[in-house]
C-alpha cells in the first residue's frame, strides 16, 4: 500500500483505507459503512492517545505534552482551513509526534542536567525511531501520519533534522505539528527557567516565522491565538505543578526558546 499525503488525499476526496479499498475523507459518515472504518477512527486515536501518554510518563519532563501537542496542531490545522476530517489526522500524528522517544534509553531521557553532544545525536533520531514504528500501520501510513512524525523536527529555513527539508517539502502537518510542539515545551517548566507567559511564548512563535516555522501556519495561529491561550490557561489553572529536574539545559551552540521541543 503506497503511503499518501493527506493534503493530496484531500485534493483527491479519498485515500485507500487499510482494508484495501477506497474510503471518503470528506465526511465521518461516508466511512461509517459496514467495513467499520469509523470504529476503525474512533480505535486509532485513543490508541494514539494512550501511545502518547506512554511517552509522555517515560518523560518526567513532560506533563501531557502530547496531548496538548494533539489539541493545538488541530486548532491550527482547523484555522488554515484543511477541514475537520484531516484536522483530526494531524490531531492523531501530534499524539504520536514523539513516539520515536520510546527507543531512547532511559539514561538520556531522564538524565537530570544538560545532555552531551553524543547524546543529543541520539535524541536527535527520534523522528525516523518515530516513523519506522508507525510506517506498518496501514491506516496510519495512508493518511500521511509517519511523514509527519518523521519531519516534525524540519525547519522551513531547512536547518532542521532529520532531512534538512525546507519550506513546502516539509508536509505541511509536520510543519503545523512543529509549532504546536514548540508552543507545548515553552509553556512548561525546565530545569533553566520556569514557564513562559503565554504572550512571550506568542511572541516567540511570530518572531521564527520565516526561520523555523512556516508563515503560513504563523498566520493560522495568529488567526487561533485567542483559543489556544483558553486552552492553555484552562491546562495551567488544572495540572498540578511539575518539579523541573530536566535534562534539557541546551543542545550544543544553544537555541531559542522556540527550540525547546526535542
Ligand atoms: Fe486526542
Ligand atoms: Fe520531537
Sequence with gaps: MTEM????????????????HRIALETETACAGADGCNAVTVLLHEMAESLGAAIDAKDPCTREHSEEVAVVAEMLAL???VGHDLARVVHVAGHLHDIGKIGLPDAVLRK???????EWELVRRHPVMGHDILQPVGCLRVSGVPRMVLHHHERWDGRG???GL?????????RIIAVADSLSAMLQPRSYRAPLPFVEAAAEVRRCAGAQ?????VDGFAAAEARVAAYFAGRA??????????????????????????
Design 5 to 20: 499525503d493527506p493534503w493530496d488525499a484531500a485534493r483527491l476526496g479519498t485515500a485507500a483505507c487499510c482494508s484495501g
Design 166 to 174: 525546507a519550506g513546502p517539502r516539509i508536509p505541511l502537518g509536520a
Design 79 to 81: 484555522a488554515l482551513g
Design 213 to 217: 516555522f512556516d508563515p503560513r501556519v
Design 112 to 118: 537530570p542536567g544538560a545532555l552531551t553532544a553524543e
Design 237 to 262: 489553572a488544572a495540572l498540578p505543578p511539575v518539579a523541573a529536574q530536566d535534562r534539557e539545559s541546551a543542545p550544543p551552540g544553544g537555541r531559542s526558546a522556540a527550540g525547546d521541543a526535542a
Design 161 to 163: 533534522y532529520p532531512h
